[in-house]
Nanobody, 116 residues
């Protein structure tokens, strides 16, 4: 079992920045990759960025250059740094962990609202 707790969301003005955190606990050794998803009102949940155990990263085209995913293995935490926030970035952001046995776990989500 893996438990994930996200934090760092909030209300931000357009052009602002945020850093989301996802702290993992439990069977940390089994995690092969972690990812950030987001779900805007009335839309499907979409993959935003991912990072493998080896540190390889991947991003959806719409966030390239503005979002950076990183990890701190000592803290068992994955981050999503977001710059130049736009109103269309408003969503609930979820952290997901994928294990080597292809099980996956979700966090509870953190709300990001971009508005003036």
């Amino acid at each position: 079992q893996v438990q994930l707790v996200e934090s760092g969301g909030g209300l931000v003005q357009p052009g602002g920045s945020l850093r989301l955190s996802c702290a993992a606990s439990g069977s940390i050794f089994s995690i092969a990759a972690m990812a950030w998803y987001r779900q805007a009102p009335g839309k499907q949940r979409e993959l935003v960025a991912s990072i493998t155990r080896g540190g390889n990263t991947n991003y959806v085209d719409s966030v390239k250059g503005r979002f950076t995913i990183s990890r701190d293995n000592a803290k068992n935490t994955v981050y999503l740094q977001i710059h130049s926030l736009k109103p269309e970035d408003t969503a609930v952001y979820y952290c997901k962990a994928l294990t080597s046995s292809l099980d996956y776990y979700w966090g509870q989500g953190t709300q990001v609202t971009v508005s003036s």
